[in-house]
């Protein structure tokens, strides 16, 4: 099992073969690095592809601290491509990956090449802190199960919903089985998101994509990081909420692969 180890951390990652432009890609919040099985051999084709599970997410260790940063975990970004020797990649992020992302960027330019943020925010609201508060509710009145169903309709739209009942069930399952506390530090660190004022910092040209029916991270959040950074581009990806690359993963393919070639 591929391993690096930053700062006393051992972070799982997966990474092609060289030859090829660097692909970072970046999870959400409850993601692994399987969750980009649709995207991988795509983009395979064309870049090298590394993925990695976040300090509290996947096969990665989960240190106790009372809250996993967006900043330090952009930082273990740039560790694994020191790790790898590699000067530079593209980035994709999805929601919270694409929060990451951003740091990752204004904390290390020269690392990104270009920049991918898909169903993501610029800064973490009143709402985002609400839906926080409510799954914390949730897990002490009905645990993982509970919390999986009140965050249903905010991850999924109506299509994959009513298409896709065995997946739904197994994400269902597997969340009843997984430690709250990772996910919960991973939230709070959310909380403290709020990069309106440097992100006009950035200098690579980005591609800011959200799903049409994304009840999350709605359209509003991409059109202010789209204002944001200068000579971004938005796409809406369509028939899909939240989690674009699953529900619709050919055009969220086409879009981005457009984008960097």
Not at 44 to 66: V, Y
Not at 225 to 238: C, D, F, H, T, Y
Request: with cysteine; hydrophobic share 45%.
């Amino acid at each position: 099992m591929p391993i690096c180890t930053i700062d006393g951390v051992e972070l799982y990652y997966e990474a092609g073969p060289p030859g090829k432009p660097a692909l970072l890609l970046l999870n959400g919040l409850t993601m692994t690095t399987a969750a980009w099985g649709l995207q991988t051999p795509v983009f395979s084709e064309h870049f090298r592809t590394l993925c990695m599970d976040f300090r509290g997410q996947g096969k990665s260790a989960r240190p106790e601290a009372s809250q996993y940063a967006l900043s330090r975990q952009a930082d273990d970004c740039a560790g694994l491509l020191d790790a790898l020797q590699i000067e530079s990649a593209d980035v994709i992020g999805l929601s919270y990956g694409g929060m990451v992302a951003q740091h990752l960027a204004v904390r290390h330019p020269a690392r990104v090449r270009r920049l991918v943020l898909a169903d993501t925010l610029a800064w973490s609201d009143s709402v985002n802190r609400q839906i926080a508060d409510s799954w914390q509710l949730a897990i002490e009145a009905g645990g993982r199960r509970l919390q999986f169903e009140l965050s249903l309709p905010l991850v999924f739209g109506h299509r994959y919903l009513a298409a896709n009942p065995a997946v739904i069930q197994l994400l269902r399952e597997q969340a009843a089985m997984a430690d709250w506390e990772p996910v919960r530090r991973l939230t709070l660190g959310v909380l403290d998101h709020d990069l309106r004022q440097q992100l006009a910092s950035l200098a690579c040209p980005t591609l800011i994509a959200v799903g049409a029916e994304d009840r999350f991270t709605p359209y509003h959040h991409a059109q202010l990081l789209s204002s944001l950074i200068p000579g971004a581009r938005l796409e809406v990806i369509p028939d899909c909420g939240h989690a674009s690359p699953l529900e619709n993963p050919k055009a969220f393919n086409q879009i981005v692969l457009t984008f960097l070639r």
